[in-house]
């Protein structure tokens, strides 16, 4: 998945004097060093280079997450397993993730970002180069558990960075980067380990995405600045759990928590499955065939700017109800037994997921009085929590259902999550009345 990633983190920007890194620029421009800012701005090699890191980042981090997607049916056969057994292959991660996430960036504030972001990326994508030579099905799943821990330090550290070393006119870019970075690694992931797994083996194409990883976190570690901003802190654990709690007491909080536990346990699902239905009667397409379904992916990055600016005309209530809508509509639409219906579908879907997270995380921060950057890890948790407990849920209906019965467990939860975004419309409009 390629989405925005709000991290947890506990605010104090004190600008912190600091020495220039050789060959990059101590401020960004002579208006710059007139008002003392050494924040990083558009148009310096700084800039350049903290992109170039981000985007890398973003790529390497969902491509190593996502790459077990469509080999989800080579699992089942050569282990021996259920779809339901096989998606652990992802929800072990995702599941993990959710949970390290509400604890990663504490461990920033401690050790700094950079490191915490460079540690994560190597060592995930050493534990995705380890998992090819597992022999057994249960090693495999324990490597991916423990590399949605290793994952957390960059999702939960990479916006707590941007917010601390960029200014603030270029901050947006900077996360539109990563952002897009994400959304193409998510799809190169799959694409990469899917198709080489169709001419060589899933052994191969994971070890292969693996080795991105490796040179996109020299990448990462090369190019990033070190951080200028940044004082470490030791948290105590009764404020960590207070900033929670502020925000589990708001009922629109909770509401938009689960609306991201349903949007991702619905999108994942999705895709987890039409891999099954693509490599079976009566379409019988190949491991190379299915990954290139994913390409509908692109939709996405289209979407959550598109219907993220819609939100200025419309507001965020009708806009996600309009989201929600449309997956809703598209999970239907893809009960038709034709490619180009299942590819209609799957689009709409896409299109509806994309600006749906991108509507209910920025709202997550808007509504959130306190504790932002909790709210944002609180709803991470819940968004990836989804993930793990629907994209597995969705494996039973599939052996009991086929894709018809994927397709009521999708309309389930995407009736809860219209209920949901219409209650969430109704409150903001109370709320401004």
Not at 107 to 130: N, T
Not at 230 to 250: H, Q
Not at 286 to 299: C, K, R
């Amino acid at each position: 998945m390629s989405v925005s990633q709000p991290s947890v983190s506990f605010e104090r920007a004190v600008p912190v004097a600091a020495p220039a890194l050789p060959g990059r620029e101590r401020v960004a421009n002579p208006a710059a060093a007139a008002d003392g800012d050494t924040r990083i701005r558009r148009g310096t090699r700084s800039f350049v280079l903290t992109n170039l890191a981000l985007f890398s980042a973003g790529f390497s981090t969902f491509a190593l997450i996502y790459c077990v997607q469509p080999l989800m049916p080579v699992f089942s056969v050569e282990f021996g397993i259920s779809p339901a057994q096989s998606s652990l292959a992802l929800s072990a991660t995702t599941g993990m993730l959710a949970v390290a996430m509400l604890f990663a960036s504490a461990l920033s504030e401690v050790v700094g970002r950079k490191p915490v972001m460079v540690a994560s990326l190597l060592v995930s994508s050493a534990l995705m180069m380890a998992c090819p030579f597992v022999q057994d099905w249960n090693q495999f799943v324990w490597l991916r558990a423990v590399a949605g821990i290793t994952f957390s330090g960059l999702p939960a550290v990479a916006m707590a960075y941007v917010g601390e070393e960029m200014h603030s006119e270029s901050s947006g870019l900077a996360m539109g980067l990563y952002i897009g970075g994400s959304g193409l690694g998510g799809l190169g992931g799959r694409a990469i380990a899917g198709i080489i797994a169709d001419f060589y083996s899933w052994r191969t194409g994971m070890f292969a995405v693996g080795t991105l990883g490796i040179a996109c976190g020299l990448i990462l570690w090369w190019s990033l600045p070190a951080s200028r901003h940044f004082r470490p802190s030791s948290p105590s654990p009764r404020v960590i759990l207070a900033s929670f709690l502020v925000n589990l007491k708001d009922a629109r909080q909770r509401a938009l928590f689960l609306t991201g536990f349903l949007l991702l346990g619905s999108f994942v699902c999705v895709y987890n499955y039409t891999s099954y239905r693509l490599m079976q009667p009566p379409f019988d397409y190949g491991q190379a065939t299915v990954s290139l379904v994913f390409g509908v992916y692109l939709i996405g990055i289209f979407s959550s700017a598109y219907l993220g600016n819609l939100t200025t005309r419309l507001g965020r209530g009708p806009v996600l109800c309009l989201s929600m809508g449309l997956m809703l509509a598209g999970a239907l639409v893809t009960l038709m037994p034709a490619m180009p219906a299942i590819l209609l579908g799957l689009s709409a879907i896409t299109f509806g997921f994309f600006g749906a997270h991108s509507v209910a995380s920025s709202w997550v921060g808007a509504n959130a009085h306190a504790a932002k950057a909790q709210a944002s890890s609180l709803y991470l948790f819940s968004y990836y929590l989804g993930s793990s407990v629907i994209g597995t849920v969705g494996g039973l209906f599939w052996a009991d259902g086929g894709w018809p019965g994927v397709v009521l467990l999708l309309c389930v939860m995407l009736v809860a999550g219209l209920a949901t975004a219409a209650w969430l419309a109704r409150e903001a409009r109370t709320a401004t009345v």
